[in-house]
């Protein structure tokens, strides 16, 4: 089973930067599409920006021109760097993916907290 991990959560001041990491292990997998989610407290998940393989990316009006997507085919991980942060930024990030692995399905990290609070 291919596994999702995300790393770089955290505490922020509004205003504030973090960089969220999301690296795919396994073996004899592919990855299509990547991208992150979040979800706060008493909301639904939405989606925050998706990468494809070729480097299209796509994002929600909330983020744009403050967070970048991108990743390294390479090392089979996914990046959000996240600038200019607002309180209203606080969720729980969590990775998303298309794998193929015997068959395709679609693969969720664990999550990481990010808390943007003075």
């Known amino acids: 089973q291919v596994q999702l991990v995300e790393s770089g959560g955290g505490l922020v001041q509004p205003g504030g930067s973090l960089r969220l990491s999301c690296a795919a292990s396994?073996?004899?997998?592919?990855?299509?599409?990547m991208g992150w989610y979040r979800q706060a407290p008493g909301k639904a998940r939405e989606l925050v920006a998706r990468i494809t393989r070729g480097g299209n990316t796509n994002y929600a009006d909330s983020v744009k021109g403050r967070f970048t997507i991108s990743r390294d085919n390479a090392k089979n991980t996914v990046y959000l760097q996240m600038n200019s942060l607002k309180p209203e930024d606080t969720a729980v990030y969590y990775c998303?993916?298309?794998?193929?692995?015997?068959?395709?399905?679609?693969?969720w990290g664990q999550g990481t907290q990010v808390t943007v609070s003075s």
């Open positions: 396994g073996s004899l997998f592919s990855i299509n599409a």
């Open positions: 998303n993916a298309d794998i193929f692995d015997k068959r395709w399905y679609n693969g």
